[in-house]
């Protein structure tokens, strides 16, 4: 499995970004994609998953503005940040694994994408 994350980039806070992952290769059935990131002197965390069944959960900093969403054929998955906040800064990172925001369970790590928020 191979993903490759876009759409990072600088933002004042209260700004708007749109993170896209590309995912290509075989999952083996298993279509649970994520995003989380990693600012730096803190542990990876998980930010937003998604499992094979649909259903999608957030970690409470970002419920009510991040919105994970996935294409019909689950070849990109897309992360709406919106209302950004300064504690939003970090590199972010596609993950293939289905085990919801536990970043120790992902199987596949995209390279990563930096989101600076400033204030």
């Known amino acids: 499995v191979y993903l490759a994350e876009s759409g990072g980039g600088s933002v004042q806070a209260g700004g708007s970004l749109r993170l896209s992952c590309a995912v290509s290769g075989s999952t083996n059935g298993r279509y649970c994609l994520g995003w989380f990131r990693e600012a730096p002197g803190k542990e990876r965390e998980g930010v937003a998953s998604?499992?094979?069944?649909?259903?999608?959960v957030y970690s409470d900093s970002v419920k009510g503005r991040f919105t994970l969403s996935v294409d019909a054929g689950r070849n990109n998955l897309y992360l709406q940040m919106n209302s950004l906040k300064p504690e939003d800064t970090a590199t972010y990172y596609c993950g293939s694994g289905c085990g919801g925001l536990r970043p120790g369970l992902v199987d596949y790590w995209g390279q990563g994408t930096q989101v600076t928020v400033s204030e």
């Open positions: 998604s499992f094979n069944d649909g259903r999608m």
